[in-house]
């Protein structure tokens, strides 16, 4: 017998958040964790609302997230 534990309500509190380009050079988004959710938002210049470009969720708890930098790789800030 197997048990499968399912929340009927998405979590609603950020727990965690960084900036960074995810999808593109020089595309600006967020990247915010919601206790097993990882979300990528990316802002709307027109309405300045977020939109969620992708939710994920992970089979346990997220506790941190930090951003890196790939060694060898060069960012050109015009």
Do not use: A, W
């Amino acid at each position: 017998m197997y048990l499968h534990s399912l929340t009927l309500q998405q979590t609603t509190g950020i727990t965690q958040s960084i900036v960074g380009n995810f999808t593109g050079p020089k595309s600006q988004e967020i990247c915010i964790s919601r206790g097993t959710i990882l979300e990528l938002l990316k802002p709307d210049i027109t309405t300045g609302k977020l939109i969620t470009l992708i939710s994920k969720e992970c089979f346990g708890q997220i506790r941190k997230i930090i951003p890196f930098r790939l060694t060898g790789v060069i960012i050109n800030f015009l």
